[in-house]
């Protein structure tokens, strides 16, 4: 028994924020014809939150530490580190083995460089490059000296990947973190990032005279330039937000503090009477989903005679640090969800989440589900997570000590900036998206045209500090929606009160929602679930025009009450079909709606206040 008796800590009470709190309007109030929307509204908060933080000393300095990380927490690097250090210098057998693979890989490269001259030795004979490696591709790197580099290179990569993991004792995310931290450091390295080392590069230097390098040198300046004035790919004149992109023919019907919902045009005499919701992640810009007329899938859905609305967020601020996670449920889904119900009268709708977006989405259906809302009829859910337990490389980002510092970085702005959000989605494709850039853009001196994906790309956005805080902690970290402690207007939600038909979509190559990760809403909803695997990545899998070539599906369907299937066994089973995904949805979407009818009218009472497609808050 301890015979110290503790006192609580006595502390002053801390006074709400000044920021005034207001519920969401109602649609039928943003549209009296006295009030005009404005462009700058007031942020709302979901709660209020106290006026100081604690340890203000402790995040400033961590704010300004994130500065020179670019966002990355040194204690998170440095704990991973000493975890694998640590268990790997108190076991000997495992050094052994190590020190054996290297000293094997070692003895056949010098034997490959002894044999370099002779004509039956064959290029690649120590080791490939994976296929999905386009570094070492062409006929340049299978001559001597540039083989043995890569091949060099490729062997100390694959002794490095050994020596990080299976390390016994070594958490799965501390290991996960090292063997990530070691590719970027040798990706850096790689040979052909450098012109006395690739082929390639000494090739075209002769052939224009070292003209190449005069081109390298005006796009690292170009892109310098461009850098320092903020300047972005939506600023050329040939992807236009409203003209070139995000074109399609529309009007903004309803207004508030955080989104404009914007109504299509028809494009067909007839449409179907259910209305489509899209409801797009809001870390881009909306248009992902209405780029150029041949890609947006917005002018397909008008196209096959569906009526169609679109959320646009606001790109929020620091007057916005207070925003919460539910407040986009509320003033996002919610709000136009009870707009579109005064404009298309009695009718179901199709709800489709796209990204984050569809995780909202599916918070949002779960909770009216449970409160005997019945508006939705189907719910399509594109590369959105549900369960974060499997959430692919970003949760090597994701962990307490990173989200604490990530905290401190916002806390200072009041926002998560665009070059943090874009700078670690860049390092996951590392190869991809910085080093190939380098050597074609800078050594080989070579452009590659711009597309409407990179524009949409290059639009980013900012991310509430509050909102982000919350995503991070409950989703990622605690995985509270998966484990029904998710709560929604005090009340906890389970996703297996969704019983509206789904259609799901997870594409092959996603590096920020994994299918498999994707595909766990199967044992979460207690609903039809069409499940459809695409080919490509987070977003070109996603947008996939029937026109294009090249794309490919697996789709099968799961009953309400069928037996779970896992995904190694669906790959097996789910028959395969060559081209874009769109139709097989749009077909499905035609199956649970009623017959084709007059167009609804576009928007309702003082609508004509508001600008037409795509809006204001598209360009903020």
Not at 42 to 56: F, G, H, I, M, R
Not at 248 to 274: C, D, M, W
Request: proline letters at 7%.
């Amino acid at each position: 028994m301890s015979v110290v008796q503790i006192f609580p800590r006595t502390e002053e009470e801390t006074a709400a924020l000044a920021l005034p709190v207001s519920p969401a309007a109602p649609p039928e109030a943003a549209m009296t014809s006295s009030e005009k929307p404005a462009l700058a509204p007031t942020p709302v908060a979901a709660e209020p939150l106290p006026a100081s933080e604690p340890y203000p000393l402790d995040r400033a300095f961590h704010a300004m530490l994130a500065r020179f990380t670019g966002g990355i927490s040194p204690l998170a690097l440095s704990l991973a580190w000493l975890d694998w250090s640590s268990h790997l210098a108190a076991a000997p057998q495992r050094q052994m083995e190590i020190s054996r693979n290297i000293l094997r890989d070692t003895g056949r490269l010098a034997e490959a460089v002894a044999h370099a001259t002779s004509p039956e030795q064959k290029p690649w004979s120590v080791i490939q490059p994976q296929s999905r490696d386009r570094r070492f591709s062409g006929p340049q790197w299978e001559t001597a000296p540039f083989n043995l580099l890569a091949q060099a290179f490729l062997l100390g990569e694959r002794w490095w990947h050994d020596a990080t993991t299976g390390v016994r004792g070594v958490s799965h995310a501390n290991e996960a973190i090292v063997e990530f931290s070691i590719r970027q450091m040798l990706d850096m390295l790689a040979p052909s990032n450098f012109a006395a080392t690739n082929p390639k590069v000494l090739e075209k230097a002769f052939q224009s005279g070292g003209e190449n390098f005069v081109f390298g040198w005006q796009n690292w300046c170009s892109d310098l330039m461009r850098l320092l004035s903020n300047a972005k790919l939506t600023d050329d004149a040939q992807f236009v937000v409203g003209k070139t992109v995000a074109a399609s023919p529309g009007k903004v019907v309803y207004r508030n503090e955080l989104i404009e919902l914007i109504q299509y045009h028809p494009t067909t005499a007839q449409v179907r009477p259910e209305p489509i919701l899209i409801v797009p992640a809001w870390i881009m810009k909306y248009y992902i989903l209405d780029l150029s007329p041949q890609n947006s899938l917005v002018k397909y859905l008008t196209g096959q005679g569906f009526t169609v609305f679109a959320i646009s967020w606001r790109n929020p601020d620091a007057r916005d640090r207070d925003l919460a996670f539910d407040d986009y449920r509320k003033l996002g889904v919610m709000a136009a969800l009870d707009m579109i119900g005064l404009i298309v009268v009695g009718r179901k709708i199709h709800a489709l989440g796209y990204c984050l977006g569809g995780t909202l989405l599916s918070i949002a259906a779960a909770a009216m589900e449970r409160d005997g809302d019945n508006r939705l009829g189907t719910v399509t859910l594109l590369a959105a997570q549900t369960d974060f337990t499997e959430a692919g490389e970003l949760t090597l980002f994701i962990n307490e000590s990173q989200v604490a510092f990530l905290e401190d970085m916002m806390w200072q702005r009041g926002y998560l900036d665009t070059t943090q959000m874009a700078g670690a989605f860049q390092l996951l494709r590392s190869n991809e998206l910085i080093w190939s850039r380098l050597s074609h853009d800078y050594l080989m001196g070579e452009v590659a045209p711009p597309n409407d994906l990179m524009a949409w790309n290059a639009d980013a956005t900012r991310l509430p500090y509050r909102m982000h805080s919350e995503y991070l902690r409950k989703l990622f970290l605690n995985n509270d929606l998966a484990g029904g402690r998710y709560h929604v207007g005090g009340r906890s939600v389970s996703l297996s009160d969704i019983h509206a038909p789904m259609f799901v979509v997870g594409t092959l190559a996603d590096h920020v929602a994994p299918w498999r990760s994707v595909y766990k809403i199967h044992y979460q909803v207690d609903a039809d679930v069409t499940f459809l695997l695409t080919s490509g990545g987070h977003n070109a899998g996603v947008v996939a025009p029937p026109e294009e070539a090249g794309h490919s599906y697996q789709v099968l369907t799961k009953a309400e009450d069928a037996p779970y299937v896992g995904p190694d066994e669906w790959l097996k089973l789910a028959p395969h079909v060559e081209g874009s995904w769109w139709p097989e949805w749009t077909n499905w979407l035609a199956a649970r709606s009623g017959a084709p009818c007059d167009p609804p009218q576009i928007g309702v009472g003082d609508a004509a206040d508001l600008p037409d497609a795509p809006g204001n808050y598209v360009h903020t």
